[in-house]
């Protein structure tokens, strides 16, 4: 099964009994989705999401010797639109970050790979100005 | 930052006619305009040493540019926002361009529902398209068209993906129907005091300048 988030694409573990809903294996949610569980509950950076606590048996089960996350209900507690065709399923932005990123003003992060490969991160840039500049062959 | 699903083959001669001294990335999954809620190139923001958004703007060209689009040419910006630039950068938080964070946040486009679903379409769309699966991306990229009418960003990597000529006759159609039928832009205006704000630009066919030597000749 294969994740298109962040900008990425990831293929990860498929539950073998799964139904139509997107479940992803603990292990693999920060690399897939960039979020990991934590006792207070699901987090990406410094947001954190409780668990509903009458969800939580229904979200994380046990299955094929692993444990699963049913990201798509997740997903749709938290607003994150999410779209599947076949094997693939791709995630939208998350609506909490696009709105405190609004509030604070700050850039949101991010890691790309330059052309001469170097990877180049936003955040590495704080202490000094920085154009961001965007074009298109089209 | 190059956003263009095409990625190196179809940047880089353009990269190296432009020789650039700063540095350059490719973005082929949009994924920048999504964090920035950017909807049209070129666009830009300005980020202080602090991390914040200072300012942010679309049709952000360096200087009147005039490029071949289809069988004509098209000539879009002015050197405002150049200049704008070089005021910030000079004079930082001094500078009179310096949004605060209340207007940034009353300029950023609203976010709602299709909004969101737009771009985890246009992701999936571009992810078939990457592997080569044409049948399934222009689905998708259709259906995020759909989803995001005034998205320039999804339409025109869309349509690109049927042919640069199909592309070019769309925005054609496109930026004419809008301007007879609506009161919509190609750019939102940057609101610089000194800007040369064109809500679409009208295309020079190859054939204007003879047309305008006929038009000399005829009133003399």
């Known amino acids: 099964m294969i994740i298109v988030a962040n900008g990425k694409t990831n293929e990860v573990s498929q539950r073998t009994d799964a139904t139509d809903a997107l479940w992803v294996r603990l292990d693999e949610l920060p690399g897939a989705t960039g979020w990991q569980m934590k006792p207070q509950g699901a987090c990406l950076g410094e947001l954190c999401v409780p668990l509903p606590a009458d969800r939580r048996g229904d979200w994380i089960a046990d299955a094929d ?37 609004l509030e604070s003003a700050i850039a949101p992060d991010f890691e790309v790979t330059e052309r001469n490969g170097d990877t180049l991160r936003l955040s590495d840039l704080r202490g000094h100005k920085v154009v961001l500049f965007t074009w298109s062959s089209w | 930052m190059a956003q263009d699903s095409g990625g190196p083959a179809a940047l880089d001669k353009w990269f190296d006619r432009a020789a650039p001294t700063y540095r350059c990335v490719v973005d082929p999954t949009h994924h920048i305009s999504s964090l920035f809620g950017w909807v049209n190139v070129p666009s830009a923001a300005w980020i202080d040493e602090d991390g914040r958004i200072v300012r942010s703007a679309e049709g952000a060209y360096p200087a009147e540019t005039t490029y071949r689009f289809g069988l004509g040419k098209v000539r879009l910006g002015d050197g405002a926002f150049a200049r704008a630039t070089r005021d910030w950068i000079e004079r930082g938080a001094d500078s009179e361009h310096v949004w605060s964070a209340a207007e940034l946040a009353e300029r950023i486009r609203p976010v709602d529902d299709d909004t969101l679903l737009a771009e985890a379409t246009f992701k999936l769309a571009l992810h078939f398209e990457a592997t080569g699966d044409s049948e399934r991306a222009r689905r998708h990229f259709a259906a995020a068209e759909h989803l995001a009418p005034d998205n320039w960003n999804y339409l025109r990597q869309g349509w690109t993906h049927k042919g640069t000529a199909y592309a070019h006759l769309k925005v054609l159609r ?47």
């Open chain 1, 65 to 101: 010797g692993w444990v699963w996350f049913c990201y798509s209900e997740f997903a749709d507690h938290i607003g994150q639109k999410h779209v599947r065709d076949g094997d693939v399923w791709s995630l939208g932005s998350v609506p909490e970050v696009r709105r405190s990123g």
């Open chain 2, 174 to 220: 496109r930026t004419n129907h809008l301007r007879k039928n609506s009161d919509k832009s190609y750019y939102d205006p940057m609101g610089l005091p000194d800007e040369n704000y064109r809500r679409f630009t009208e295309p020079e066919w190859l054939w204007t300048p003879a047309a305008r030597r006929l038009k000399q000749l005829l009133h003399r």
